[in-house]
């Protein structure tokens, strides 16, 4: 009897129970123009280090540059399990505020400044033909780019002007006040539709040329 009580006292279940994370702290150094992607070899490796518990400081201070690298590092990003705070600028601007953009959450101060233009590409060589239709689809390319990245930092107004070439700087106040109706529009369920620009948002643009 007394075996039998001390058997079944040992299946009992503990009622307070540890369980240890480990969390490790990750900074990225983003302080260069975005070349080729394999100069950014270091840094996608160590998004793809990062676990569940990881934070990530991520200090971006790049004038911008590749298109294609600028696509790797945010698809990295997406992946990325950990938490990504953005430490923006001074100066933040072009593929490198794409970049920022893909972050969870950002830290800016007085000196941070975000500059969004639309990309720049040579003409390049060969047959007329060829190049016509190199450029449409660079051009269509760039567009998709745009507007899969900056709708909801952007209003549809900015967004057609800067497909017609201007250049939007935003700093201070103005600047936390976009990123934060962005973190709202992310957290918002997608759309089933973009909508066509209003011609109240046409108008707009016309009076900013």
Known sequence: MMEDEFMLAG???PRVSVQTRVQ????IRLARMISSPDDFAEELQALAAVQEYDTVQMDIMSVGGSLDTCIMIRRAMSACQGNIIGWIGPTCASAATAIALQCDGWEV???????????SFGPGYGKARDVEASTRHT????ERFIRVVYTGFLTEAEILLVLDGKELYFVGEQLVAKLEAY???????PEEEKPEPSEEVLDEVAEQD
Do not use: C, K, L, W
């Open 11 to 13: 299946t009992v279940t």
């Open 24 to 27: 490790h702290d990750y900074n």
């Open 139 to 142: 051009v269509q390319q760039i």
């Open 183 to 189: 973190a709202e529009y992310r957290d918002r369920p």
């Open 109 to 119: 101060d007085e000196m941070s400044a975000f500059m969004v233009h639309t990309g």
